[in-house]
């Protein structure tokens, strides 16, 4: 009885290690979750569109904006005076304009008493006036533009961050001024073992846990990446595949990103870029019966 007993026992243990291998291989291997999460957002990099010394800094590091708000102005003194210069030209040429205009209609008045040639000199520099008073009003219109962008403005909802723009500083444009971080666009990113994609699905529901925080938050899967970089093949000068001559037995599962749209997040989570987060893809049970775990 005690040998049956010792055999029973063995059989047991054996067959919940069997069992508990099985479950640890499955949730680790199978299961489509991954603690290699990030929490992500877009970056609108602010610069000017006119170059001059910036006057006045609206906002501070960490400041939260909304579309519309003043971030910071470029010397709209100098663009006032371009565009008074630009409105000038503007009424000289009209000035021109009207007597090279009265000019002509004296020549058709006077008929024969002036010549054919000073007839069609008169309509040609009338005409060249035109030309230049439709040149001056685009440079008008250009003027009042630039008057406009010297204040530069929120374009989304968002984080001032990284702010090191002063007030005396030299702004030019096309060069980045300060990063706004879109709050609005807030996601999280889950980069997952290719040998777990088949088990996920655009739409699936996912939980969210960041590191150092108690409460989980939601979320659906919105995208997964079409394609990611080929570390074995590089570009080469003629256009060929220049790939790596050396192959590696041990071959790691690829880990592909896929994006998660979350759902309001509770209260006192803090969403910052960059932190990192554990995610669980929910599958449906009627995808597990059809064998996709």
């Known amino acids: 009885m005690k040998k049956i007993g010792a055999v029973a026992v063995t059989i047991v243990t054996v067959a919940a290690a069997a069992m508990a291998g ?4 499955i949730h680790y291997n199978v299961e489509p979750w991954t603690r290699d999460g990030r929490v992500r957002a877009d970056v609108v990099l602010v610069s000017s569109d006119v170059d001059g010394l910036v006057t006045h800094l609206m906002v501070k590091d960490g400041q939260v904006v909304h579309v519309g708000d003043v971030l910071f102005v470029i010397d709209r003194p100098r663009y006032e005076l371009a565009l008074d210069q630009a409105k000038a030209e503007v ?13 002509a ?8 008493l002036v010549t054919v040639e000073q007839t069609e000199q008169d309509r040609s520099k009338a005409d060249q006036l035109r030309a230049q008073l439709n040149a001056a009003k685009s440079q ?27 007030e005396g500083d030299y702004a030019s444009v096309g060069h980045q001024a300060m990063a706004l971080l879109n709050t609005d666009s807030i996601y999280v990113d889950g980069y997952f073992e290719e040998t777990k994609l088949p088990a996920i699905q655009v739409g699936d529901r996912a939980t969210v846990h960041l590191m150092g925080v108690k409460k989980n938050f939601t979320g659906r899967v919105e995208d997964i990446d079409a394609g990611i970089a080929d570390r074995e093949r590089d570009s080469s000068p003629n256009s060929l595949a220049n790939v790596n001559p050396t192959f590696s037995w041990v071959r790691l599962a690829q880990r592909i990103p896929v994006r998660i749209k979350l759902d309001p997040a509770p209260e006192g989570i803090r969403l910052i870029s960059g ?19």
Not at 91 to 103: I, P, S, T, Y
Request: glycine fraction near 6%; charged fraction near 25%; avoid cysteine.
């Open 105 to 112: 209609r004296r020549d058709e008045s006077l008929g024969t």
């Open 91 to 103: 009424a000289l040429v009209q000035a021109n304009l009207g007597q090279a205009e009265r000019d």
């Open 275 to 293: 932190r990192t987060a554990t995610v669980s893809i929910d599958v449906p049970q009627s995808r597990r019966q059809e064998g996709a775990i």
């Open 140 to 166: 008008r219109d250009l003027a009042e533009l630039n008057l406009q962008r010297t204040t530069v403005k929120a374009t989304v909802n968002g984080v001032v961050t990284n702010l090191e723009l002063q």
């Open 22 to 25: 099985r479950w640890l291989w």
